[in-house]
């Protein structure tokens, strides 16, 4: 079963409150992101239940429940915001407000994620979470 044909989006689909844009397919996304000082490799697995794990530069690993793990494919596919917030509203139901907050607060965590020279500049250990999205990753420096 892959993430397109899951429970969830079978169900939507049925109600007719399906995303209008395809979900993306279980397998590895690999993506390069260059900025001032830094450079990452970034891999993103979808596994088919919709999970996923991000590896930055073969040495950070972060594991995502199945909507962090949509948002960070739409992330790292650099789909806008309006865009993402559409889909997210149309395939969880939320409000497009929320939908909009949701993602900008993901955006802004998966930014400093990816980013080495905000991670290596850290002491101690931190820990990224959002309730909302079940997302939890630790860090070491």
Known sequence: MNIQTSLPRRILT????????????AGVYHYLREGEGYKARLHLRLEADGKGTLL???????HFND???LMAYLYLEQIGVEETARMIEAYYRVPTGQ????YETFSQQ?????????????KQPR???SDR???TAWTWP
Not at 99 to 102: E, F, G, N
Not at 110 to 122: C, G, R
Request: charged residues 20%; hydrophobic residues 50%; positive net charge.
């Open 127 to 129: 820990r990224f979470r």
């Open 14 to 25: 049925r109600l007719g409150w399906a995303a209008p844009y395809p979900l993306p397919q």
């Open 99 to 102: 939908a909009r907050l949701d």
């Open 56 to 62: 930055v530069n073969a040495s950070r690993m972060y």
């Open 110 to 122: 998966m930014a400093v994620l990816i980013n080495p020279q905000d991670l290596w500049t850290w």
């Open 67 to 69: 909507t962090a793990a």
């Open 133 to 135: 999205l079940r997302l």
